[in-house]
């Protein structure tokens, strides 16, 4: 109305849709294939499963604070932080001379949700057109088919490979984060690491099942029984959005400061995420239309999840320092109080559920990592955590804001508060 008052005309703007270049069968045989880093434990062993199927492919190093500088350049400001680092990790890639951008593919995830995760495709398109680089393919690795490429398919092969390389990160994470604060000599925790994971670097390129349940028992017998003090720590659940929560990077490197601070890290496995996104297609067929056949397929995946980190589940139960994690519905139980499961863009009614698992199993104290931008985690997030002290008295969540202009010291005073209300709930129950 304002328009028509002023008499002013818009000119068009052309085309939204940016050029796409097809990942043909030919570019996969020479063409190194790049893409965003997010969680470093899961994505090294990742890399050696691509790797092992004809797959060129490289996780771009994330560890580098420059990255949301450089997606600036690219991605406008008010788009969320996690777009930003994407674009910058590969940008920053590409302008590096380390590749011969004539033979260089990017590999970009779609959920195909509402979300980043889905979106991302378009701002890296525009990216590479502003960077006079629009002849490089974007591949979209994604379940849903939102876009298929002749160059890349999935095979069972692959298929294999990479969830054998997602249970090795979810344990991983799982039992390091649980004994490193403890261990009795200074070190040993990450020696015992790196010793499996370049074992499982190495396994994974083989596949075998057999090697696979061998080395999920060994790695947490060892974990279980290398010595720690006999000292109690706060534990602290880490949640929030997906790249934000597992990034170091992106979270100025929470774990590290956690533990510093005398805490303990409580990581949620990276796997839930993915059933969260095919449990999601049973509320769908409820409610939004969705037909019988998509949540079948979708419930099947769940199971086909679920029986790869089965042995893992086997082993944290039986031992004396771990537990499992929850299955997919039972996360959905917990939230469904609180929020509604159609809740499903972003992380939605998910990270509701993981916050409410860890109350349960005793992590009273949780960091939600809220990206600037994110609207569905602060609702799921931020907007749901008076609810759950009303019902969980024990809780003690704060929600920390991430973004490039985010100051760390209000962050780091954020957390401390935390901690100091954690180590004094700890002392309160230790005189008890």
Request: proline share 3%; glycine share 6%; with cysteine.
């Amino acid at each position: 109305k304002d328009r028509e008052r002023k008499n002013l005309k818009l000119e068009p703007r052309g085309s939204a849709v940016h050029n796409r270049v097809i990942f043909t069968k030919e570019m996969k045989k020479d063409y190194t294939i790049l893409f965003p880093q997010m969680s470093p434990i899961h994505f090294d062993l990742l890399q050696s499963a691509f790797s092992s199927c004809g797959f060129n492919a490289v996780a771009l190093n994330g560890d580098d604070k420059n990255i949301a500088d450089v997606g600036l350049k690219y991605v406008n400001n008010d788009a969320c932080y996690p777009s930003l680092l994407v674009v910058g990790q590969v940008m920053a890639a590409l302008k590096s001379g380390e590749y011969d951008l004539d033979k260089t593919a990017v590999l970009i995830t779609q959920t195909g949700g509402g979300c980043r995760a889905t979106n991302y495709i378009g701002f890296l398109r525009r990216a590479l057109e502003k960077a006079g680089l629009s002849h490089i393919p974007v591949v979209s690795l994604s379940t849903s088919g939102i876009e298929k490429n002749p160059g890349f398919k999935f095979s069972l092969e692959l298929i294999n490979r990479c969830l054998q390389a997602l249970v090795y990160g979810d344990l991983f994470m799982r039992v390091l984060y649980a004994v490193r604060p403890y261990e009795k000599e200074k070190g040993s925790a990450n020696a015992l690491y790196e010793k499996w994971r370049d074992k499982c670097l190495v396994d994974v390129t083989k596949g075998s099942k057999k090697t696979f349940k061998a080395n999920i028992r060994g790695i947490v017998k060892d974990f279980d029984e290398l010595e720690i003090l006999d000292i109690k720590k706060p534990k602290v659940g880490i949640v929030g959005e997906i790249l934000v929560k597992f990034l170091p990077a992106a979270n100025n490197y929470l774990v590290d400061l956690l533990e510093s601070e005398g805490a303990e890290a409580v990581m949620p496995d990276l796997m839930d995420f993915l059933m969260y996104c095919s449990y999601d297609d049973k509320y769908k067929h409820l409610y939004f239309g969705k037909s019988r056949v998509d949540e079948f397929t979708n419930l099947f995946i769940i199971k086909i999840l679920e029986s790869y980190r089965k042995e893992a589940v086997k082993a944290l139960e039986e031992s004396r320092r771990f537990y499992p994690p929850s299955k997919i519905e039972d996360l959905g139980e917990l939230a469904k109080d609180y929020v509604s499961l159609g809740n499903q863009t972003g992380e939605g009614w998910f990270l509701t559920g993981e916050m409410l698992e860890l109350i349960e199993h005793g992590v009273t104290n949780i960091v939600c990592a809220q990206p600037f931008a994110c609207l569905p985690n602060h609702i799921v997030g931020k907007g749901v955590i008076k609810r759950i002290r009303a019902t969980h008295s024990e809780a003690n969540i704060v929600a920390v804001d991430y973004d490039p202009g985010a100051s760390e010291v209000n962050q780091l005073n954020r957390i401390k508060l935390m901690l100091a209300t954690a180590n004094k709930n700890l002392n309160a129950a230790k005189q008890e």
